[in-house]
């Protein structure tokens, strides 16, 4: 079955850096559709970053410039580079399968497949 293991959170002060990793198995990255949800407590998850087969990716706006989505082919694992991190990006962070590929399904939590255990990041002032 699929499954999916997210790692390297913690806990950093505004500005730092972190890299997320997510390790498949029973599904490989270069061949379909994947990303990146958060959730706050209270809030409904939602989307941070995807990636599409042909590699074309979408970020939220409020993380463009500043998060990079990727994937290593070979190792079969994503990727999610966090940078110039600020409080508001504290949640737990799931790497996530999605069914459909287009588009404008690519933040919906209802399009997605599989979830990984989730990650917890925390951004202090």
């Known amino acids: 079955q699929v499954q999916l293991v997210e790692s390297g959170g913690g806990s950093v002060q505004a500005g730092g850096s972190l890299r997320l990793s997510c390790v498949a198995s029973?599904?490989?990255?270069?061949?379909?559709?994947w990303g990146w949800f958060r959730q706050v407590i209270g809030k409904e998850r939602e989307g941070v970053a995807a990636m599409f087969s042909s590699s074309t990716t979408r970020y939220r706006d409020d993380v463009r410039g500043r998060f990079t989505i990727s994937r290593d082919n070979v190792a079969n694992t994503a990727y999610l580079q966090m940078n110039s991190l600020r409080p508001e990006d504290t949640a737990m962070y799931y790497c996530a399968t999605l069914r459909s590929c287009s588009w404008s399904a690519s933040f919906e939590p209802d399009n997605v497949v599989t979830w990984g255990q989730g990650t917890q990041v925390t951004v202090s002032s």
């Open positions: 029973g599904y490989r990255f270069r061949s379909a559709c």
